[in-house]
């Protein structure tokens, strides 16, 4: 099998509120809800941020129902980032557009990288590491 590309589809409660934090947060200034989906292109990856009810008209297909993070992490969607500075902006700015920030950043003792936790509105938790601790 080869596969062609990769998408990510995670359900959402509130779009609009969703919207303004990837906007505000991960520099998407472009994206816009589209039939109840919010899709962002992320490098090597599509994320699709969906409305509970479309979301779980997927899920139910395969006998699922939509888990929604709360104050667990069904999934942690890491991602490399180029500096430091990247990891503190997100950090501070998720808080300012309704998402969370949970921890401090710091240097992992296990790989090095310098690593920090961000929440979107509704919970779903990002990884942010800079391996390179510029």
């Not at 995670?10 to 520099?27: A, H, I, N, R």
């Not at 969607?77 to 808080?95: G, L, N, P, R, W």
Request: aromatic letters at 8%.
């Amino acid at each position: 099998m080869k596969i062609k590309t990769t998408v990510l589809c995670l359900p959402v409660t509130d779009l609009q509120k969703t919207l303004g934090f990837y906007q505000g947060v991960f520099g998407f200034s472009d994206a816009q809800i589209e039939e109840g989906i919010l899709a962002l292109e992320f490098p090597n990856m599509s994320l699709f941020l969906m409305e509970k009810a479309s979301y779980e008209s997927y899920t139910r297909k395969a006998d699922r129902a939509a888990l929604m993070p709360g104050a667990s992490a069904p999934a942690v969607i890491s991602c490399a980032v180029e500096t430091h500075q990247d990891v503190d902006h997100a950090m501070e700015t998720a808080k300012h557009h309704g998402g969370g920030a949970p921890g401090v950043a710091a240097v992992d003792a296990t790989s090095g990288g310098y690593t920090g936790y961000v929440t979107d509105p509704e919970g779903h938790l990002w990884e942010l590491v800079c391996p390179n601790q510029q």
